[in-house]
């Protein structure tokens, strides 16, 4: 395993759930250094192999990847104190939601002078269980290799895509970062109607789960395109078609995109409120 040495701005559960992937993979604990205001959180690193400490220290320094996982609205503040000890040689992939690279630049080099060896990434909860899908997008002083290097951290916890700027991430946000909370709302109405028919709660949530993960299995694994897949669901005058019929007197497709917009808009809204 060649050598890679990982800092961790911010210690919580993304940073958790990329070095679940990350450990015995492509470094070992003691090669994990955390950095988190939290005792506990520290400790708890500790505990796993890591180094960690409450503030940062020349330990960052000799660290080839600095992985920014602190809430966005204390991440400048926690740039502010890891600068000094940034590296020409570093990496920095930040997973804050809702900073732009460009600002990220800026905070971690000057208005003159910005750092753009820098990956911002969007990764999703499913990351947690090794399941996520990540946009990130590369500022211009991003390698080749570096590009490699982040394919191999971000694909540790699930799907990548690279994509071309900030507007992308924002429309990363809409579909992947914020579309689990969509498929959990789903599951939910699945389940409320299945109840409403007069199965128990338990057997519709059995049920419901089943169908909707093995619904992206056979997606996942078949040659045909999602219409064909939908199609060979759909007799004609059937179940199916009454229920895919209700579904379209409510214009289905068009609520999901305005749903997907209004995220779009407010990730863009975001980004200038933090930045």
Excluded at 130 to 153: F, H, Y
Excluded at 248 to 257: G, I, K, L, R
Aim: proline share 4%.
């Amino acid at each position: 395993m060649k050598p890679l040495d990982i800092a961790f701005i911010g210690g919580g559960n993304m940073a958790s759930a990329l070095a679940a992937g990350l450990i015995g993979k492509h470094c070992e604990a003691s090669q994990v250094h955390v950095v988190d205001i939290n005792e506990d959180t520290v400790q708890g690193w500790l505990e796993k192999g890591c180094t960690g400490s409450t503030a940062p220290d020349d330990t960052l320094s000799g660290r080839r990847v600095w992985i920014l996982s602190v809430k966005p609205q204390f991440l400048k503040q926690a740039i502010d104190q890891c600068r000094p000890y940034l590296d020409e040689q570093t990496l920095v992939i930040s997973v804050a939601a809702g900073i732009s690279g460009h600002t990220l630049s800026q905070w971690l080099g000057t208005t003159q002078d910005p750092w753009t060896r820098l990956i911002r990434c969007m990764p999703n909860t499913p990351a947690l269980v090794g399941a996520g899908a990540t946009g990130m997008m590369g500022l211009g002083g991003v390698t080749p290799d570096d590009r490699t290097l982040a394919d191999d951290l971000m694909g540790s916890i699930g799907q990548i895509a690279w994509v071309q700027d900030d507007d992308a991430i924002d429309a990363v946000t809409a579909l992947s970062g914020s579309g689990p909370a969509y498929v959990f709302l789903f599951l939910e109405s699945l389940i409320q109607g299945a109840v409403q028919l007069g199965l128990s709660e338990e057997q519709a949530r059995t049920l419901a789960l089943a169908t909707v993960g093995g619904a992206v299995t056979l997606a996942q694994n078949s040659p045909d395109p999602l219409a064909t897949l939908r199609e060979k669901v759909t007799s004609k005058g059937g179940t199916t078609a009454a229920a895919l019929n209700a579904f379209n007197e409510q214009d289905f497709a068009q609520v999901v995109s305005n749903a997907m917009q209004a995220a779009y808009t407010r990730a863009g809204e975001l980004s200038k409120e933090l930045s």
